[in-house]
């Protein structure tokens, strides 16, 4: 109701506004006064609420056992209303993953599960949260198993319970909002030779945007924690966001005839892809808007906002495939459909930015229920990823599977069950006369059974005879230990 007064924007920020003095000052203070609320809840009720969500699902699962305490959720929804309904850059995907993430570690705490089941029904919450806000549950169900690892791994466990969860939500979430796609409409396209030679070129922008966004959210977080502390990052960051926006009004009133389009870089900004889709955007407000939202999702974020990276992905990714549509036609070689454009240019950003490239694939074919952009979304999105940056916008990913802890004590359950004593005892000279006492190992025993006995023991060291009882060696806990690592 604030904004209805001082800036006359049609439904979709479509047209042109009048920007007045008391609409200037509320273009900055309230982005400001929404941070400072959510650098309050971050300080002084739940630390866990600030920041985009990933990071935090990413550090609990490899490090916290997929634990997440329960206040999360109601602090985390309250903190990211907060921010994106006053202003702020980002997307309410990443906020989605983590409340639903937190409703399932709480929910395994209540029923008492392993460690194992609570990271299944972790990921479960992440499905659910993700494919119900993108209408998308297959591509919510990927993303909870992909966005682990750093590599092409995949948790193949939790799939299951991903699919599940999230066709639930997002059956429920449609009683009340629709099941209307995100971006609807069809699309016409055929993969011609100059489409697949502009969406090869198109691909190679996204992953350098990709490069950028990453970079720039790095330096906004080192920054802001070096600069100020809590509560005051937020309300900084919304205060330079206000600015940037103000600024993006101002040249828009200069160059654009006053586009209220230009305001899609604060909240999600969603309407401006439609807008792009149907081909009513200059090439000018496109560069502003992409570098806008680049901008401005990086001191929300990076400020400690509670927002999530994945809604500016695809604005910035989309702004780019319709820049790149603009150019075929304008050298009069465009045989495609802008939307596709657009599309591509969403799943091939977001793929480079988060190491998720199947999810990326199918979030983007739900989203626009165009399932004949498949062998383009593919060829894009193939190339974004092996030209992604490392590390990408989910720094704590794992490389692989072994170097989380969370699977730890699976992988060493492998470990001691498939190997015996012998292939890691080490050669020694001779059996200590001391050691005449002590039991040998035989060397075709499992090395779990070793490991349990010289932990009741308290032994470090036992010497190993094979079958005969000759002495081959001696098997030191502390090199089983080295072993195991590498």
Known sequence: MLWQEPLSIPDGLAGTFFLGPRGIALIIAIP?????????????ACGEAAGGGTGEILRSYHRGGAQLPGRLVPFKWLASCLTLGTGG?????????????????????RLNLSASERGLLFSAGIAAGVGAIFRAPLGGALFACEMYYSSSEFESDALLPSLT???????????????????????????????????????????????????????????????????????????????????????????????????????EGYPILNSAVLAQALPLLLILVAVGKLL?????????????????????????????????HALGCSDGDPKAYVLAGMA???????ACPLASIIIITEVA????????????????????????????????????????????????ASRTVGQLC???GAWDSEDKGC????????????????????????????????????FAYGDMVSFEAK
């Open 32 to 44: 400001a006064l929404g941070g400072l609320a959510v650098g309050l809840i971050a300080k002084y």
């Open 165 to 267: 969860a999230s066709v639930c939500a997002y059956f429920l979430f449609g009683l009340f909002l629709g099941y209307q796609p995100l971006l609807p409409g069809d699309t016409v396209f055929t993969l011609s030779l100059v489409n697949f030679a502009a969406l090869g070129a198109m691909a190679l922008i996204c992953a350098i945007g990709a490069r950028a966004y990453v970079a720039w959210m790095d330096l906004c977080s080192r920054r802001m924690k070096a600069a100020l502390p809590q509560p005051w990052r937020p309300a900084m960051g919304g205060l330079m966001v206000g600015g940037l926006a103000l600024g993006l009004l101002f040249a828009s009133k200069r160059w654009l005839g006053s586009d209220a389009r230009v305001l899609s870089v604060l909240g």
């Open 89 to 109: 850059a980002g997307g309410n995907e990443g906020p989605a993953a983590l409340i639903g993430s937190a409703t399932g570690s709480w929910l395994a705490r």
């Open 348 to 354: 091939a950003f977001f793929a480079a930015g988060t």
């Open 296 to 328: 401005a999702s990086g001191l929300t974020v990076g400020s400690g906002g509670s927002a999530g990276v994945f809604a500016p992905s695809m604005i910035i990714g989309g702004c780019l495939g319709a820049l790149v549509f603009l150019g075929l």
């Open 426 to 428: 080490r050669n020694a």
């Open 439 to 474: 039991l040998p190992l035989r060397a075709d025993q499992i090395l779990g059974e070793a490991v349990r006995r010289m932990k009741a023991e308290g032994l470090v060291e036992l010497p190993v005879v094979d079958r005969q009882g000759r002495f081959i060696g001696l």
């Open 369 to 416: 229920q165009g399932y004949h952009l498949l062998p383009a979304l593919m060829w894009v999105v193939a190339l974004a990823y092996l030209l992604r940056p490392r590390p990408c916008l989910f720094k704590d990913q794992a490389a692989s599977s072994v170097d989380s802890p969370m699977h730890r004590d699976e992988l060493q359950s492998d470990f001691l």
